[in-house]
């Protein structure tokens, strides 16, 4: 693995503020096309975020350095976008809140009003009084 995606593994793990420890890397023989390098080499390789549970398979490629490189950043590629939805649902939530704490304007509120009483009219007239 070049030294570059070393340093971009370590600017990456900074960014997300996560430990180095945290992750297992395995590595196993792929199948498919490749020949017999893949049947006898272990290309394939195996990231996992202890923490979170997710994990991410690369076998992409013959090399197992570049299938590590794949795996580390569709790795980091996923926890990245499980954040950003956990954030917008944390927005959206909050935006819901506030929309329904909100007070209803006048002019909704008057014709909420006359519905009721044009209601109540009718069912005052479906009572017996005998």
Do not use: C, Y
């Not at 819901?96 to 006048?106: G, H, T």
């Amino acid at each position: 693995m070049p030294a570059d995606f070393h340093e971009l593994r370590a600017a990456r793990l900074a960014a997300l503020k996560l430990r180095m420890e945290d992750f297992a890397e395995t590595f196993h023989r792929s199948g498919g096309p490749g020949g017999q390098n893949v049947n006898k080499v272990s290309t394939a390789v195996t990231v996992r975020h202890a923490p979170t549970g997710r994990s991410v398979t690369a076998q992409d490629t013959r090399s197992q350095a570049q299938n590590r490189q794949l795996a580390w950043l569709r790795l980091f590629d996923a926890i990245e976008k499980t954040r950003s939805d956990e954030r917008a649902a944390a927005r959206d939530a909050r935006e819901k809140e506030r929309r329904r704490k909100r007070k209803r304007p006048w002019g909704l509120q008057q014709r909420i009003l006359d519905s009721k009483k044009k209601r109540s009219a009718v069912k005052k007239l479906r009572t017996k009084d005998w």
